[in-house]
């Protein structure tokens, strides 16, 4: 069975303060995607990474920075965090070419107050 | 700009309708659409579709795309409280492993 797993499920920090998320996968993708989910604005790409320590910008990456030291790990951080980083963050990975394989983690709901 | 539209953003309907959900988009480099389910928690994957007019079946869902129109639909019929989710569309471009979602669209099915 395909696992992608995140750190956290919910989180609560204040503003300011550093935030470390998690992603791992288990199924030796080279792919992994760091989404953030909003009501009314859908899922948008924050950063993708193609391979290790390769990283791509996504549609809204400000605010954000990831790192991905090992194949199977893709970390999101938000240098110091605002409340209108307020959301729902979903990792997902997949096979380089097959799009149909992209998994999804079970998100990670942060409140920053 | 690429960009992905879904409609209804809401829809409300009890058991036994049949419902149809639609997705539009302006991309360049089309490649794929893909269907995505979401309950509570990760979005799982439904079909993906890359030719027109062929449509993609499983059990009391199906799907199919037009790419002169630049559209796809999802029927779900006799619905089930268990289809209650949302409901994404996304599309792929070539040359790019990235995915450009829609808004989704809220199902909620009453008994």
């Known amino acids: 069975d395909v696992k992608v797993t995140q750190s956290s499920r919910y989180l609560v920090k204040r503003t300011g303060e550093k935030v470390f998320l998690e992603c791992v996968q288990d199924?030796?993708?080279?792919?992994m995607f760091w989404y953030r989910q909003d009501p009314g604005l859908g899922l948008r790409l924050i950063y993708f990474s193609y391979d290790v320590k390769m990283k791509e910008k996504g549609d809204i990456p400000e605010g954000y920075s990831v790192s991905r030291e090992k194949k199977e790990r893709f970390s999101l951080i938000l240098e110091s965090a605002s409340t209108n980083q307020t959301s729902m963050y979903l990792c997902?990975?997949?096979?380089?070419?097959?799009?149909?394989?992209?998994?999804f983690g079970p998100g990670t709901r942060l409140l920053v107050l | 700009e690429d960009k992905v539209v879904q409609s209804p953003l809401s829809l409300v309907v009890h058991e036994g309708d049949t419902v149809t959900l639609n997705c539009s988009y302006e991309?360049?480099?089309?490649?794929?659409l893909l269907w995505y389910k979401q309950e509570k928690k990760a979005p799982t994957f439904l079909f993906m579709l890359?030719?027109?007019?062929i449509e993609k079946k499983s059990g009391r869902l199906s799907s199919i795309l037009d790419k002169k129109e630049l559209f796809s639909i999802l029927n779900i019929t006799a619905t089930q409280t268990g289809d209650s989710a949302i409901y994404l569309c996304?599309?792929?471009?070539?040359?790019?492993?990235?995915?450009?979602f829609g808004t989704g669209t809220r199902l909620q099915v009453f008994p």
């Open positions: 996304a599309v792929e471009l070539y040359n790019t492993d990235k995915l450009i």
């Open positions: 997902a990975s997949s096979w380089q070419g097959r799009a149909e394989t992209q998994y």
């Open positions: 199924m030796d993708h080279e792919n």
């Open positions: 890359t030719s027109s007019g």
């Open positions: 991309v360049t480099n089309f490649r794929s």
